[in-house]
């Protein structure tokens, strides 16, 4: 599996500064076959080997005769597809298509959107969105459950197209965000969350102490945890933690036109999930592909 994620990483790497952005066209030429994409994402799934998943027995036949390989367990003759329990299952896109799309969402300092991806990968808008939101709904069902713990310092901020406004009178276009860090001794953050917050747990720009303790009994450890919170006018306490934040607002405002309540979750947690692979210098794309090959999708997939 890492032979071939460094090559995918090295590939856009080297050709980073030729290229407005990572090309579906670069990919196939140099990871060509769909049989070394199918075979990555199943060393993802099993990295220790086959393993059937009715009775743990770990030999299986291999029948080709389908788009993706199916495993038959030589133990109890359970079958299962490549793809069942992932965020693939029903999916007709190729696997090679998944793991481009994988690999531009996992880029720390870019965001894909919908119509960017479906010219790349030449699928329907609605395809893209749906390839993309099964993505964001994989990482946020990982992330939701990460707490933060020890010294910890968060503050509430504002997502939305319109500029910041310094007034204290909330634009019904600014969302406000709760963003709060682990902090070590050097004053930097280890551990990054941002949490959407309900609209009756906040007095116009200013967080009350119920939107505080919401996100506190939610996101942080009970033991051994202590918890400041600054109102925006604070905001010199916590530079390291509010550029965190500053960051994810600025990306999104470059790649979306707008994004609604509704979904506006998910993609915080897909930045803090980058966010967080990144403070711990782990690598986001090999991540991000183990993670995708141990999470089922929760709504069907949309033809290309």
């Not at 027995?57 to 003759?77: D, E, K, S």
């Not at 901020?157 to 007034?167: A, E, L, M, V």
């Not at 116009?204 to 450890?221: D, P, S």
């Not at 790649?255 to 947690?269: A, E, K, P, T």
């Amino acid at each position: 599996m890492r032979e071939i994620v460094a090559v995918i990483a090295n590939l856009f790497q080297q050709n980073y500064s030729e290229i407005s952005f990572c090309d579906w066209q670069s990919f196939q030429d140099h990871i060509a076959k769909e049989e070394d994409c199918i075979g990555l994402l199943a060393q993802a799934r099993w990295p220790n080997g086959y393993c059937c998943p009715r009775c743990d027995h770990n030999q299986a036949y291999v029948i080709q005769t389908r788009r993706l390989p199916l495993y038959q367990c030589i133990g109890c003759r359970h079958q299962t597809s490549l793809a069942v329990g992932t965020i693939m299952e029903n999916s007709r896109i190729p696997v090679s298509k998944w793991l481009f799309t994988l690999y531009l969402v996992s880029l720390i300092d870019r965001e894909i959107n919908a119509m960017q991806l479906q010219q790349r990968i030449q699928v329907t808008y609605k395809t893209a969105w749906a390839m993309l939101h099964a993505i964001r709904q994989a990482i946020s069902c990982v992330d939701s459950e990460r707490l933060l713990s020890g010294n910890i310092k968060g503050s509430v901020g504002f997502c939305g197209q319109i500029p910041y406004k310094s007034t204290s009178t909330r634009d019904p276009q600014e969302k406000p965000v709760i963003f709060c860090a682990s902090i070590d001794e050097q004053e930097q953050p280890t551990a990054f969350k941002m949490q959407v917050v309900r609209t009756d747990h906040m007095k116009n720009k200013h967080l009350e102490w119920a939107g505080i303790q919401e996100f506190t009994k939610r996101y942080v450890k009970s033991e051994g945890s202590g918890v400041q919170f600054f109102q925006r006018f604070a905001f010199y306490k916590l530079r390291p933690v509010k550029e965190l934040f500053d960051q994810t607002i600025r990306s999104f405002k470059q790649s979306y036109r707008g994004l609604s309540s509704r979904h506006l979750q998910l993609y915080l947690d897909k930045a803090c999930f980058k966010i967080n692979l990144r403070l711990q210098n782990v690598p986001i794309f090999e991540s991000l592909i183990e993670l995708c090959m141990s999470t089922q999708r929760t709504q069907p997939h949309k033809a290309a």
